[in-house]
């Protein structure tokens, strides 16, 4: 099935943003192993040369790892994981609270409803 | 010889009014997925002949690996017309063994896997085949060729979204790296994603050649959106 993608931002872009999610939500374990550039790009219903890119750019960061023989590995820096998780939750939270205080809920009640929610 | 294809002041006049392509310079590399779009009438299919050797041009040049369109190029290049040339009459393995004996790097095994993966009875005569079976089979026998460029005219049009992800996809597990696709469609948003890059052509000129995600950057929009921008009625 192929992956949802926005049609006006660019793909590659997207792409990156995907696989670090699948990393850093554990899709994907730290040391395992990588689809191919050719299956996941057959999976996405994208580019090959496209996912090559994505790859590349998430190398250059350090999330993933080529073997010279064996392929593409998850890091196993699991502190560079959890960096990348936290500052992913906070963008969240603070689109959130954003949000929230739009619509004129007080720090208290967005605690609230918080809880009500979580117990739901 | 790094670059695929070799465009030069390339113009084709049908007669002193109708001028199809107009002086067009381009250069394509190898290993990319091209989209060539553009409003009907604007040259697309003249210029996919002349990259056949099927029209010759009025004037300038196009060399493909360093050749001129001849019997070279007509070995290194895969085409899938808009239109099918296949005998009816005929069943999907004689076409099979027809392309066999024709094309020097066809590969049967792969066509057949692909015609068992779609449960298509190779036994069956192409006139009993529906229409989306026999683009199906008509693209099987290009993508099994081990070509330097396919030209695929219309790949996707009439035929339903779940054969199209499945014509996409044969096209991307079949992507080689040393190879280069030419796809010209009007289904823009389908198949955008799968694109490296796009030629727009109007009134037989060239208009762009990007890749799509600068055109994405660039303007805020996909190339579907961008396209219906620059050619809007």
């Known amino acids: 099935m192929a992956w949802e993608l926005d049609a006006d931002r660019p793909i590659y872009t997207q792409l990156v943003e995907r696989i670090q999610m699948q990393i850093v939500s554990g899709i994907y374990q730290p040391g395992s192993k990588l689809p191919s550039v050719r299956e996941l790009a057959a999976e996405a219903a994208v580019n090959p040369n496209t996912m090559q890119k994505a790859f590349a750019e998430l190398e250059r960061c350090g999330l993933i790892v080529t073997l010279r023989t064996n392929g593409r590995l998850v890091t196993e820096d699991t502190d560079m994981i959890n960096e990348i998780k936290q500052n992913q939750a906070k963008e969240y939270l603070d689109v959130f609270i954003g949000k929230m205080k739009e619509l004129n809920y007080t720090e208290n009640d967005i605690i609230d409803l918080i809880n009500k929610a979580i117990a739901r | 010889m790094n670059d695929l294809v070799e465009i030069v002041g390339l113009s084709k006049a049908y007669d002193e009014r109708t001028t199809a392509i107009n002086n067009m310079t381009l250069t394509l590399p190898r290993g990319r997925i091209i989209g060539l779009l553009g409003p009907n009438g604007s040259g697309k299919t003249t210029l996919i002949k002349m990259l056949n050797g099927l029209l010759v041009p009025t004037q300038g040049s196009i060399k493909i690996n360093g050749f001129y369109p001849g019997p070279e190029t007509k070995a290194k290049v895969a085409y899938l017309p808009d239109r099918t040339y296949l005998n009816n009459a005929q069943c999907?393995?004689?076409?099979?063994?027809?392309?066999?004996?024709?094309?020097?790097?066809?590969?049967?095994?792969?066509?057949?896997?692909?015609?068992?993966?779609?449960?298509?009875?190779?036994?069956?005569?192409?006139?009993?085949?529906?229409?989306?079976?026999?683009?199906?089979?008509?693209?099987?026998?290009?993508?099994?060729?081990?070509?330097?460029?396919?030209?695929?005219?219309?790949?996707?049009?009439?035929?339903?979204?779940?054969?199209?992800?499945?014509?996409?996809?044969?096209?991307?597990?079949?992507?080689?790296?040393?190879?280069?696709?030419?796809?010209?469609?009007?289904?823009?948003?389908?198949?955008?994603?799968?694109?490296?890059?796009?030629?727009?052509?109007?009134?037989?000129?060239?208009?762009?050649?990007?890749?799509?995600?600068?055109?994405?950057?660039?303007?805020?929009?996909?190339?579907?959106?961008?396209?219906?921008?620059?050619?809007?009625?």
Request: hydrophobic letters at 40%; proline letters at 3%; one cysteine or more.
């Open chain 2, 92 to 233: 999907v393995s004689e076409l099979l063994d027809y392309y066999n004996d024709f094309y020097a790097d066809f590969s049967r095994d792969r066509a057949g896997e692909m015609l068992t993966g779609l449960n298509i009875d190779p036994t069956s005569k192409m006139k009993t085949l529906s229409k989306g079976t026999k683009e199906k089979v008509q693209l099987i026998l290009v993508m099994s060729r081990s070509a330097d460029l396919y030209i695929l005219d219309e790949p996707i049009a009439g035929v339903d979204p779940a054969a199209r992800d499945y014509i996409l996809r044969t096209i991307i597990t079949n992507y080689s790296p040393e190879a280069t696709i030419l796809l010209a469609t009007h289904l823009i948003g389908d198949i955008e994603s799968v694109l490296d890059e796009v030629i727009f052509l109007r009134y037989g000129q060239l208009v762009l050649y990007n890749s799509v995600d600068n055109i994405r950057m660039q303007h805020g929009k996909s190339v579907d959106a961008y396209f219906r921008e620059v050619f809007a009625c």
